[in-house]
């Protein structure tokens, strides 16, 4: 089972690279036809910045993460000495080397783990997971995140937020810069077609960061279900993870400040308000039905 999902995972990155540098493609295209009337000029543009941007996040993609979301790292066992001992033990259990260890200062419990493959991994936990959790608890949420390397899960997820945040980019600049294309627009912009063109264009701009998130967040969601049941594997304690889960989702979501949105689904439970969101646009499945599923094992 275990080596099956690796597998399946890593055949799902390059499935994920193909979808997502198609759809990086679409964008450009839209950008390019909507700015310039030239979509092979936005396609051009969009390749060569998801090709730059793609090395880039791959080969830095830890600390773009951490980052993102203010962590500070753990040198030592002497800063946060529970943190660390239980990061230790859990990757010990699991099999994987241990990976670097940082601290979000945000009173709501939370935790992810990131990185491209189990030796470039590393983990985080809030300050307020810390002050939450017993260490039974902290060590149920370290084995899921633990599962998560293992599982390959982080490349993932990595990948998706990488290209997602691209997506982003490139839609952001053509919504927000829609007049610059007005020096370009030639006499026979009221063609029929083109009219057209520009409201296909700007539509796709409009859309695809939501269709982008939707399918990331789809990604962290089918995950969530494997890495409960591999962190019940690695502890054999099933209660330490329900209570755990238990106390994170009763409590207040994150700062917004501490959290960047397009990682939101790296996290082991939903790290923003969950008010008004819908099934497609959940960064995590329900907490009862994981909690329901823990206490079948």
């Not at 200062?105 to 990185?115: I, M």
């Not at 646009?281 to 599923?293: G, L, Q």
């Amino acid at each position: 089972m275990l080596f099956e999902q690796i597998t399946k995972n890593k055949r799902k990155t390059v499935g994920l690279f193909l979808v997502f540098f198609f759809f990086v493609g679409l964008v450009g295209a839209a950008l390019g036809y909507f700015m310039w009337r030239s979509a092979s000029m936005g396609l051009l543009i969009a390749i060569v910045l998801g090709l730059i941007y793609g090395v880039y996040v791959f080969s830095q993609s830890t600390d773009i993460v951490m980052q993102m979301n203010h962590a500070q790292e753990v040198s030592g066992p002497a800063e946060a000495p529970e943190l660390w001992h239980v990061v230790e033990d859990m990757a010990l259990v699991a099999q994987v080397p241990m990976p670097r260890v940082f601290i979000i200062d945000d009173p709501s419990p939370n935790a992810f783990a990131t990185g491209n493959n189990p030796n470039q991994a590393a983990v985080a936990a809030t300050r307020g997971i810390l002050e939450t959790l017993n260490r039974n608890e902290l060590e149920g949420v370290m084995a899921h995140e633990m599962t998560h390397v293992r599982n390959y899960d982080i490349r993932v997820q990595t990948l998706a937020v990488a290209l997602t945040s691209l997506i982003s980019l490139l839609a952001n600049f053509g919504t927000n810069f829609m007049f610059w294309g007005s020096g370009s627009r030639r006499d026979d912009d009221n063609n029929a077609t083109n009219i057209v063109g520009v409201v296909v264009s700007l539509l796709v701009l409009v859309l695809a960061p939501m269709v982008a998130t939707m399918v990331q967040l789809a990604i962290s969601r089918n995950r969530e279900f494997l890495a409960d049941a591999g962190a019940v594997e690695l502890t054999r304690n099933p209660q330490a993870l329900i209570q755990a889960l238990q106390k994170i989702s009763q409590s207040q979501p994150m700062e917004e400040e501490n959290v960047a949105p397009s990682s939101a689904g790296l996290y082991i439970s939903n790290p923003l308000s969950a008010e008004n969101m819908n099934k497609l646009f959940a960064t995590h499945p329900p907490v009862e039905d994981r909690i329901a599923a823990l206490g079948k094992m």
